[in-house]
């Protein structure tokens, strides 16, 4: 068989949609039967993703790699274009992994099924699809189409106020998406040319001004689903109120849309703009690791106490991209793949133990470590993992950030001291909350009353299975980076290299290098 033409990423994005719309039609009454049906549909199109990119993607090649592109609407040139470069194909991979994880993880679900798997399924390839496309329009389609199924997978099967978390959801992150609109709109139509391809519009040379204003409207919506502080109050009330397969989809893939947009719209395609807002991120970054983790420290409410640990960890990713350095660039990149893991982890495990105590509030546990030693052996790993302990993914990432912009030569040495200091005490706060989180659910005394009334069972093999999964790639990554650097290194030095020529200075400083370099005289000339 012929596989050079065949359409992979098409194929990966429309294979679990189309499948979503055969499952009104299977007879199943108790949701036994549609729950296998969507779980071989992750395998196949998880199995498709590792197949396509092992075999036709090359690591050493920066450039879009399995492009495909397809007429649509050729007088605005519009077109199904989809692509995989560095940035994309790590993250295309944890989206099938989370999501196939996900399935699994619902499988307690008994309450229209149908419905909950259609939306999962459909959300599957529209996530995709939002690390696929290089189309901007296209872009925005697919960025709203995820919008809907989470709506309505928090406002159905959520919490006491899901209506309320809900809304605010698709108020914040729609409200959000019109910026992308406009912008992708304002580029596409700039200029002698009308086109909205993504390599076309990166070659267009857009005033400076004109940046600014474009790089401004797509970081306020970016900044809603990374989330950046003062947007981000939505990720706690949507976290507060969903169910554990949901939480892996908002936390494992959902924030990562945010940081992946980040770096291919403001940063490669608006690099002179991206050098004004540099610094901007940076601070931005300082404030959502510090403040989410004094938030964090402040929580009762378990969810909450995780949500608010996520948006600190993202704050280095923020970091990363403003960084000006490959390790920076690299490390902002391993930090969203680390992070996916972790927090889906750490997610699936809250909802396990939800499901054994029925509270949230730290004050109404205790010692329930004595009753779920497995539970209790699996959440402290993963706690471990979020702290970034030696060995597990999260110290690679955050190492390689802190590195990274501390070697900067974008930056006066003032102020990378005091954001490096700043970080660091976002570092030394990450384990006080996480551990004292630990020392509130699983040691003391136990619950006298949490215990008589609820059955505290241990971890099934299922849930096993699903923490097991999570934690082979944390702590492969965590003893061999390359596992996953390799994958996007090409890009990202490529990116890096682009975004420091529109620094003045340090564009000087490769220009003076090169004249040195050229004068010198050759050895055994």
Not at 94 to 120: E, H, N, R, S
Not at 166 to 185: E, P
Not at 357 to 367: I, S, V
Request: charged residues 10%; proline residues 5%.
């Amino acid at each position: 068989m012929n596989t050079a033409n065949f359409p992979w990423l098409t194929t990966i994005i429309l294979f679990p949609i189309a499948a979503s719309l055969l499952l009104p039609i299977i007879p199943d009454k108790e949701g036994k039967t549609v729950r296998w049906y969507s779980l071989i549909v992750g395998l196949i199109d998880f199995a498709l993703i590792v197949y396509a990119f092992y075999t036709k993607y090359d690591f050493s090649n920066p450039g879009l790699q399995l492009v495909e592109s397809y007429p649509w609407v050729s007088q605005l040139d519009l077109n199904w274009s989809v692509g995989a470069d560095g940035l994309s194909m790590p993250l295309i991979i944890l989206t099938g992994f989370i999501t196939t994880l996900a399935i699994l993880a619902a499988w307690p679900i008994t309450f229209k099924p149908k419905l909950f798997y259609f939306l999962i399924l459909a959300m599957y390839g529209g996530q995709i699809a939002v690390f696929a496309v290089q189309d901007m329009l296209l872009f925005f389609l697919v960025w709203e189409l995820e919008l809907v199924p989470i709506y309505f997978l928090l406002s159905i099967w959520g919490g006491k106020r899901r209506q309320y978390a809900a809304t605010k959801f698709i108020l914040y992150t729609a409200g959000g998406s019109l910026f992308i609109l406009l912008s992708a709109l304002t580029m596409g139509f700039y200029g002698d040319t009308v086109t909205f391809d993504m390599r076309s519009l990166t070659l267009k040379d857009f005033a400076l001004n004109f940046q600014l204003a474009l790089y401004a409207g797509f970081l306020i919506a970016y900044a809603v689903k990374l989330p950046i502080i003062p947007l981000h109050t939505w990720l706690p009330d949507a976290h507060g109120e969903a169910t554990a397969p949901v939480h892996m989809l908002l936390a494992g893939i959902l924030l990562k849309m945010g940081g992946y947009a980040l770096i291919r719209m403001n940063a490669q395609m608006l690099p002179d703009a991206h050098a004004f807002f540099a610094p901007v991120l940076v601070v931005l970054g300082v404030v959502n690791i510090i403040y989410a983790a004094l938030t964090s420290f402040a929580q009762r409410n378990l969810k909450r106490k995780i949500a608010y640990s996520s948006i600190s960890h993202m704050g280095f990713v923020m970091i990363g991209i403003a960084s000006f350095t490959d390790l920076g660039l690299s490390g902002a990149v391993l930090q969203m793949v680390s992070h996916g893991l972790i927090g889906a982890s750490l997610f699936f495990l809250v909802g396990a133990t939800y499901d054994r105590t029925h509270t949230l509030m730290l004050d109404e546990m205790g010692g329930v470590g004595k009753r779920m030693p497995k539970v209790f052996a699996m959440f402290t790993t993963c706690s471990m993992a979020s702290l970034a302990l030696p060995g597990m993914s999260g110290f690679v990432a955050e190492l390689m950030v802190f590195v990274g912009f501390a070697t900067s030569d974008a930056y006066s040495s003032t102020f990378k001291v005091i954001v490096v200091f700043l970080m660091a005490v976002g570092v030394i706060l990450t384990p006080i909350y996480l551990l004292s989180m630990l020392r509130e659910i699983f040691y003391g005394q136990e619950n006298k009353e949490l215990v008589s009334h609820q059955a505290l069972i241990d971890a099934e093999p299922r849930e096993v299975f699903i923490i097991a999964c999570l934690l082979i790639p944390i702590i492969g990554i965590g003893f061999y980076p390359k596992l996953l650097t390799q994958m996007y290194d090409a890009t990202t030095v490529q990116l890096t290299a682009r975004l420091r020529d529109s620094v003045p200075t340090l564009a000087q400083q490769k220009d003076d290098a090169l004249k040195v370099s050229l004068s010198a005289p050759q050895i055994g000339n």
